[in-house]
């Protein structure tokens, strides 16, 4: 952002933006969400924003007119004087800046710190300092959410994996020992361990692209009752009994354009912690809805049981990364996975309490466009 205008110098006021509109936009440093400080060509302050007084702890009077290396008196972390180290005034006429990294403010607090030199010409005396600050605070929190992602993925892949190493090197060393069932059991075991770290690797992926906002959608027409209606089906295949699922597939469902795989996604996810996380009748309610953006017409899914519910208290939590229920198992990805997938096709979800007193998740998907038109 540009900053170097003589009335900000001069009075610390509003500046403007470029604009086509005549009466330009005028923005006050106070309204910046970044610490914002500025020196003039003698070093001495003239600009310290709101934000730079929140950050800084230090108030505006007292550093508005002080040198610069008094008012942010900042050290690297190998507790050197960052401006005498860099020295903006006196140094290299070349030098536009100086590129964000980590500096101590006095009692050790952290602060992330960038500059911008403003000469009058490439390599011209320095005119005006300009510093933004922020806080570590968001950057620590991503910096713990990834560590713990790390952590937590890779204990989850100690076990598979070391069943995998376990049974393979066995059969390997002793084949001749083991019958033919002993053979496949091991093998099958194997294989469920394999699947399921593929499974975790798929979730690591799925993160990845939700929280870099590059999660795609491939459109596709998806028939939402024959989905439901499928996975409801491998349930029972798998030994679940068939009066513990009721379908309520509603008329006039809209044609819906969605990603189906990952459609599948979100309805394994949450048929699965319905029937194990929760008891009773899983209830799977589907019913064409007006999705709450511009009323554009869309599907809603409810699934719903009777078991004892998620306390109010947790609710607000329920769909990010580790939350897990009473019962622990499992990663505590999936919720956040299936937010990601249904808010990647402008959909919504949420969570309550059901009819029955159980957990109930409703999902809205709109009806969408085919991926080459969207």
């Known amino acids: 952002m540009a900053v170097g205008t003589s009335r900000l110098a001069e009075t610390h006021g509003t500046f403007p933006c470029a604009s086509t509109d005549p009466e330009a936009l005028m923005i006050d440093p106070d309204d910046l969400p970044d610490g914002l400080v500025v020196a003039d060509e003698n070093g001495r302050v003239i600009c310290f924003n709101a934000a730079a007084?929140?950050?800084?702890?230090?108030?505006?009077?007292?550093?508005?007119?002080?040198?610069?290396?008094?008012a942010l008196p900042l050290e690297d972390l190998k507790g050197r004087r960052w401006w005498t180290l860099t020295d903006p005034y006196g140094g290299l006429a070349t030098r536009v800046g100086q590129p964000e990294r980590n500096l101590l403010l006095p009692g050790g607090r952290e602060v992330l710190v960038s500059a911008r030199y403003v000469r009058e010409h490439p390599t011209g005396p320095l005119r005006r300092l300009v510093v933004s600050l922020r806080g570590t605070e968001a950057r620590r929190r991503t910096e713990r959410s990834h560590a713990e992602l790390i952590a937590t993925v890779a204990h989850e892949l100690r076990s598979p994996l070391t069943s995998v190493k376990g049974f393979t090197a066995t059969l390997l060393a002793k084949w001749e020992r083991f019958t033919d069932d002993q053979k496949r059991l091991m093998l099958e075991t194997v294989d469920a361990d394999a699947n399921r770290v593929t499974r975790l690797i798929a979730e690591l992926l799925d993160i990845s692209r939700i929280d870099s906002g590059r999660l795609e959608v491939r459109r596709q027409p998806v028939d939402i009752a024959a989905a439901v209606t499928r996975h409801v089906q491998a349930h029972?295949?798998?030994?679940?009994?068939?009066?513990?699922?009721?379908?309520?597939?509603?008329?006039?469902?809209?044609?819906?354009?969605?990603?189906?795989?990952k459609v599948d996604q979100v309805l394994g996810n949450l048929l699965e912690n319905a029937v194990r996380h929760g008891e009773g009748t899983v209830t799977i309610d589907v019913a064409p809805t007006a999705a709450p953006r511009d009323d554009e017409e869309g599907t809603a899914v409810t699934v719903s049981d009777q078991g004892p519910g998620i306390p109010e208290e947790s609710m607000a939590r329920v769909f990010t990364r580790f939350w897990r229920g009473s019962k622990r198992g499992g990663t505590g990805l999936g919720l956040y996975i299936v937010k990601?997938?249904?808010?990647?096709?402008?959909?919504?979800?949420?969570?309550?309490?059901?009819?029955?007193?159980?957990?109930?998740?409703?999902?809205?998907?709109?009806?969408?466009?085919p991926a080459h038109l969207s």
């Open 236 to 261: 029972i295949a798998s030994g679940r009994s068939p009066d513990r699922f009721v379908v309520r597939i509603h008329p006039g469902l809209p044609a819906l354009w969605a990603d189906p795989d």
């Open 53 to 70: 007084v929140r950050i800084t702890a230090t108030a505006r009077a007292d550093a508005v007119g002080l040198p610069l290396e008094r």
């Open 340 to 369: 990601g997938i249904v808010e990647a096709h402008s959909g919504t979800i949420t969570v309550g309490r059901g009819p029955a007193g159980g957990a109930e998740f409703r999902f809205t998907l709109p009806v969408g466009l």
